[in-house]
């Protein structure tokens, strides 16, 4: 199978952009200049109410984060996107929710910054959804580390320029993905940078 790019999207620093992935479709996630958290969401394009689901995804691999050729499951246990391959650091996240405004507020920031939650929400109103569920995203190159204690910290992602997550759609999909505005902790190491879709042949 080739891995020829058929199409580029490129999702500007703090922006979102939504895509429809046939089913067998393959599209990889490239992190163009490092350290930047994508947050990924995947919506069944036959039912916008089924999504992606990390619960339901750990529950049915039984660990943090599905391996290569591991799927993620639905909210209705389907699978709708399997790793298909990782050329990254491999670390990634399926605990912490997507940014908000309020998220923000409580960070101490006093007017508008952009969030993954507007991001989504934006790009799905777009394709003619303008309510939709915010679940749990895949943040992709996202370091979250568990301390023997359990706390959860915030460190800078370990990705470099082009590192890349490959992945396959199990059904007609729409996915959106959001370069994450975070600047207030370190996730994003110096700050946000772009990110892009590559639809794969």
Same mark, same amino acid.
């Given at each position: ?17 939504? !895509? ?14 490092? #350290? #930047? ?13 089924? *999504? ?8 049915? $691999?039984?660990? $943090? ?16 996107? =399997? ?20 998220? *923000?507020? $409580? $960070? ?64 007609? =999909?729409?996915? !959106? /993905? ?21 639809? /794969?042949?």
């Amino acid at each position: 199978m080739s891995d020829r790019v058929a199409q580029r999207i490129v999702v500007p620093a703090r922006e979102g952009r939504a !895509v429809r992935i046939p089913a067998g479709g393959r599209f990889r996630v490239v992190d163009l200049e490092g #350290q #930047q958290v994508g947050d990924l969401f995947a919506f069944s394009a036959d039912d916008i109410n089924e *999504y992606a689901s990390a619960e339901h995804t750990r529950v049915g $691999l039984a660990h $943090l984060f599905p391996r290569v050729g591991e799927a993620f499951l639905t909210n209705r246990r389907r699978s709708i996107l =399997t790793l298909v391959a990782d050329d990254s650091p491999g670390v990634h996240d399926m605990l912490m929710a997507a940014c908000d405004a309020e998220r *923000y507020r $409580l $960070l101490g920031e006093t007017g508008w910054h952009a969030s993954c939650r507007e991001n989504l929400e934006r790009a799905t109103a777009e394709l003619g959804y303008p309510r939709v569920d915010i679940p749990q995203p895949i943040n992709l190159f996202m370091d979250i580390p568990i301390g023997p204690d359990g706390a959860l910290g915030f460190a800078p992602a370990r990705t470099r320029q082009g590192d890349s997550v490959t992945l396959r759609a199990d059904m007609d =999909t729409i996915v !959106v /993905l959001s370069a994450c505005p975070q600047d207030l902790n370190a996730i994003n190491g110096p700050g946000p940078t772009s990110l892009a879709i590559e639809l /794969l042949d």
